[in-house]
């Protein structure tokens, strides 16, 4: 049964930057069929996908062109987890972030618990 | 970028009746549609997959239908456990994936 449990800073400052981390189990980061992203829920945007990174013999990443300038999505294979940064970041970031896996570019079968990130001062 | 839309926002039903629920496509997505419900303070939980294949261990009172750009989630006999928010999602323009706004199911 494959499991993400999610982790990082509930308040973060406007300008700084976001930071959050994905521990997976009953899978593995590495997986070459699995992708492992990032979603976000406001009250304004609705559920909003961020960006994946998956491995496929090397490393890739998409990002939503909303964010793409300001996210980095990274694995980490020592952990098995995966990490989201959003950096300059407004109140508008203000959200529930949640990690999730889907395969072959389908359907979100895992979610992790969900963190809310305030954006205040 | 895939535009999906929810209607009703708000749909009211008595417990046992029938719910129907819509989700439209701005473009064809094919049969790459799922289906989700959301409880307050949960993750969205997947019900539906492939626009009508039930996610493991969701029950038989679910169902899906549609393709192209038409959806509906019809629940045929509803329990005090289904009210919730549903949410589409195409996965057809992947990996730009997009979901609708939601329906609020509530208790009539």
């Known amino acids: 049964q494959v499991q993400l449990q999610q982790s990082g800073p509930g308040l973060v400052k406007p300008s700084l930057t976001l930071s959050l981390t994905c521990a997976i189990s009953?899978?593995?980061?590495?997986?070459?069929?699995?992708?492992w992203n990032w979603i976000r829920q406001s009250p304004s945007r609705g559920l909003e996908w961020l960006g994946r990174?998956?491995?496929?013999?090397?490393?890739?990443?998409d990002y939503a062109v909303s964010v793409k300038s300001r996210i980095t999505i990274n694995p980490d294979t020592s952990k098995n987890q995966f990490s989201l940064q959003l950096n300059s970041l407004t109140p508008e970031d203000t959200a529930v972030y949640y990690c999730?896996?889907?395969?072959?570019?389908?359907?979100?079968?895992?979610w992790g618990q969900g963190t809310l990130v305030t954006v205040s001062s | 970028e895939i535009v999906m839309t929810q209607s009703p926002a708000t749909l009211s039903v008595s417990p046992g009746e029938r719910a129907t629920l819509s989700c439209r496509a701005s473009?064809?997505?094919?049969?790459?549609l799922a289906w989700y419900q959301q409880k307050p303070g949960q993750a969205p939980k997947l019900l539906i997959y492939?626009?009508?294949t039930r996610a493991t261990g969701i029950p038989a009172r679910f169902s899906g239908s549609g393709s192209g750009t038409e959806f509906t989630l019809t629940i045929s006999s509803l329990q005090s456990e289904d009210f919730a928010i549903y949410y589409c999602?195409?996965?057809?323009?992947?990996?730009?994936?997009?979901f609708g706004q939601g329906t609020k199911l509530e208790i009539k």
């Open positions: 473009q064809s997505v094919s049969s790459n």
């Open positions: 999602q195409q996965y057809n323009n992947w990996p730009q994936y997009t």
């Open positions: 999730a896996r889907n395969k072959g570019g389908s359907y979100f079968g895992y």
């Open positions: 990174t998956y491995y496929r013999s090397k490393w890739y990443n």
């Open positions: 009953g899978d593995s980061v590495s997986s070459n069929s699995a992708a």
């Open positions: 492939g626009a009508s």
